[in-house]
């Protein structure tokens, strides 16, 4: 059921990305990696029926309060992140309930997060309810263009100061550095010393799938390799 919320901070996080807090008349109970929706009406510029545009952002809070916060990146054709980006403090919008698949699966296993982009929000949000619970190792894999672009680095490197449990890799793309750099994927073994543990896997449909198939063939089992699990289709649409 569509609720309404309120936005009581924005900020921004890199040249293109906005953080946004909302609050709500409820507390929100939900599992880590999980995602709300957006949605609004569109005008139709031929005076047609104004057309309702939905589209999903992942929280990066913890559960148990009246807020979510979302980390939402304005593509210049896009069309819910320049309407949000659009947003003042102060404003309300219209959210889904959330949902979604990509979740813990287990707080025992070692496990390693991989993404790129806002993909992300999910393992922000997966990595810390797994630090405050879980007993095993984190391995954070993050993949950028850039470091202007790179995402919760500040939350990322604090954590991993806070926890020996945790070891945090950024890998670069479209830019010189003194960190790894190429596709993030490509890292995977030279983070760690063995591949018993869960895998979870967020980002563009094609990093996905080159992810899922590069582990694969290191001989992960393919039960142990989480995500949102529409990428392959999306990635066979568009081929």
């Known amino acids: 059921m569509p609720f309404e919320a309120t936005i009581t901070s924005i900020h921004w996080m890199t040249p293109r990305v906005k953080q946004f807090v909302v609050e709500a008349d409820r507390r929100?109970?939900?599992?880590?990696?999980?995602?709300?929706?957006?949605?609004?009406?569109?005008?139709?510029?031929?005076?047609?029926?104004?057309?309702?545009?939905?589209?999903?952002?992942?929280?990066?809070?913890?559960?148990?309060?009246?807020?979510?916060?979302?980390?939402?990146?304005?593509y210049d054709d896009?069309?819910?992140?320049?309407?949000?980006?659009?947003?003042?403090?102060?404003?309300?919008?219209?959210?889904?309930?959330?949902?979604?698949?990509?979740?813990?699966?287990?707080?025992?296993?070692?496990?390693?997060?991989?993404?790129?982009?806002?993909?992300?929000?999910?393992?922000?949000?997966?990595?810390?309810?797994?630090?405050?619970?879980?007993?095993?190792?984190?391995?954070?894999?993050?993949?950028?263009?850039?470091?202007?672009?790179?995402?919760?680095?500040?939350?990322?490197?604090?954590l991993s100061a806070e926890h020996d449990r945790l070891s945090v890799v950024y890998s670069l793309s479209d830019e010189d550095w003194d960190g790894p750099t190429g596709h993030v994927q490509t890292h995977i073994e030279d983070a760690l010393d063995g591949l018993e543990r869960d895998f979870y896997v967020c980002g563009v449909p094609g990093m996905v799938v080159d992810t899922k198939a590069h582990l694969a063939d290191l001989g992960v089992d393919e039960d142990r390799v989480f995500t949102e699990g529409w990428e392959d289709g999306e990635v066979e649409d568009g081929a």
Do not use: C, W
Request: no cysteine.
């Open 78 to 158: 896009g069309t819910a992140s320049v309407y949000m980006h659009e947003r003042e403090p102060g404003d309300t919008v219209t959210l889904g309930e959330l949902d979604g698949e990509l979740t813990l699966r287990s707080l025992d296993e070692d496990m390693m997060f991989v993404s790129t982009g806002t993909g992300i929000t999910p393992m922000v949000a997966m990595l810390k309810r797994y630090l405050e619970t879980g007993t095993g190792e984190a391995h954070f894999l993050y993949g950028e263009k850039t470091e202007a672009d790179v995402m919760y680095r500040e939350t990322l490197d604090q």
């Open 28 to 74: 929100f109970e939900f599992e880590p990696g999980q995602h709300t929706t957006v949605r609004f009406d569109r005008e139709d510029p031929d005076g047609d029926e104004d057309e309702r545009v939905v589209r999903p952002y992942t929280a990066t809070n913890t559960l148990g309060s009246h807020e979510l916060t979302l980390a939402i990146k304005r």
